[in-house]
């Protein structure tokens, strides 16, 4: 294994098998039922086609006390812990 794809490796990104050197020919999109489907053709007649959702995710809840105007937090009830934005 080469230096080079051991440090793709340890970045974290993806690889795709297969792909490396094909010749692509066209790449289009096109959006459906709240997808994103993108397609990369290859001039081999082979295609890498990814299909893109998003969710909505509740990232915190809690119950305040706003007698004071100064919302007091009573209890967390929700707390995302994913680390994601």
Request: proline share 1%; hydrophobic share 35%.
């Amino acid at each position: 294994m080469d230096k080079r794809r051991v440090e793709k490796r340890k970045t974290g990104r993806k690889q795709y098998p297969g792909v490396n050197g094909k010749v692509v020919d066209r790449v289009e999109h096109k959006f459906e039922e709240g997808l994103l489907f993108i397609d990369i053709r290859f001039a081999d007649q082979t295609a890498l086609c990814w299909s893109i959702g998003t969710a909505i995710v509740i990232q915190e809840a809690h119950l305040s006390d706003w007698k004071t105007g100064d919302f007091k937090l009573v209890k967390r009830l929700v707390q995302n812990e994913s680390g994601r934005e």
